[in-house]
C-alpha cells in the first residue's frame, strides 16, 4: 500500500492544484463587482449546503487471494447519483458528509483468470471530511478536505461456482479537492474528487472449499452537479 498510497498522494497533488489554479484563472475573468455580490450574499447566508452529484466510482483492479501466486482482482466501475450535506463552522471551515450507494461486481485475474466472475456486492460508503474552502476568488469557491470513510458491504453473492461471499466492513482514509461556482446567493454548480483508501478483508467459498484474501479498492469518486446553500 505504501506505493499505492505515494502515488495516489502525488496524483491527488497534481489534481488540487490544477482545480485551484482552473479557479483563479476563471476569477480573474470574471467582472469583479458581479463575483464579488455573490460571495457577500452567498456569506452572508446560514451555515447548511446540499449538493447533488452524478458520481463516477472507478476503483483501482488489484488484490488477491492468500496461498495463490500471481492471483488478483478487478471490479466494475458504475455512475450513480450521490448526496452531500455540508455545514460550514466558519468562511473557510466546513464539514460534509456524502452519501450513496453502488455496486461492484468481482472478477478473478491474474493467475486465476480463468475462474471468472467471482461475484458481487452492493456498498454504501458514508464518508466525513473536514474541508478549508478558499474565499479569495469571488464566485469560485476551491476547496480540500480530508476525513474518514467507512464502508458497509450487503446483498453480497458469489457467481457460478463460487459461494458465500463476503466482503468485510472497512474504514479507510479519504482526500478530497474541488470546487463550487456560485450562480447566484443560493444555487451553484459543483466539480468534486475523492480518493478513498479502502482495501477491505474478503472471502468466499469455490465448490465448498474455502478463499480469503484482500480487495484492494482504492477508489476515486469524480463528480459533479448542482449546489444549494442557505
Known amino acids: 500500500m505504501p506505493n499505492t498510497l505515494t502515488r495516489s498522494l502525488s496524483l491527488f497533488a497534481a489534481v488540487a492544484l490544477a482545480a485551484i489554479g482552473q479557479a483563479a484563472t476563471a476569477a480573474d475573468l470574471t467582472p469583479a463587482p458581479a463575483a464579488e455580490a455573490v460571495a457577500a ?23 488477491h487471494v492468500n496461498g495463490i501466486s500471481g492471483s488478483d482482482l478487478s471490479y466494475s466501475d458504475t455512475i450513480v447519483p450521490e448526496l452531500d450535506i455540508t455545514y460550514y463552522f466558519t468562511n473557510n471551515i466546513a464539514a460534509e458528509l456524502i452519501l450513496g450507494t453502488t455496486y461492484a461486481n468481482i472478477d478473478a485475474a491474474g493467475s486465476i483468470d480463468a475462474l471468472g466472475k467471482v461475484g458481487k456486492t452492493w456498498l454504501l ?24 470513510n467507512y464502508t458497509l458491504f450487503y446483498n453480497q453473492s458469489g457467481k457460478g461456482a463460487f ?28 466539480f468534486d474528487v475523492k480518493k478513498l483508501f479502502l482495501e477491505p ?30
Not at 201 to 229: C, F, H, M, N
Open 41 to 63: 450574499d452567498v456569506e452572508a447566508l446560514g451555515p447548511w449546503q446540499i449538493r447533488l452529484r452524478a458520481l463516477g466510482v472507478i476503483t483501482n483492479n488489484s488484490g
Open 125 to 148: 460508503p458514508p464518508t466525513l471530511t473536514l474541508q478549508y474552502h478558499f474565499t479569495d476568488f469571488g464566485a469560485f469557491k476551491p476547496y480540500v478536505g480530508a476525513g474518514v
Open 163 to 190: 459461494s458465500d461471499l463476503d466482503v468485510k466492513n472497512e474504514f479507510g482514509a479519504a482526500l478530497q479537492v474541488g470546487f463550487d461556482y456560485m450562480i447566484d446567493e443560493h444555487w451553484g454548480v459543483n
Open 201 to 230: 478483508e474478503w472471502k468466499v467459498k469455490l465448490d465448498g472449499a474455502p478463499l480469503s484474501g484482500k480487495a484492494k479498492l482504492d477508489p476515486w469518486l469524480i463528480g459533479t452537479g448542482i449546489t444549494y446553500r442557505f
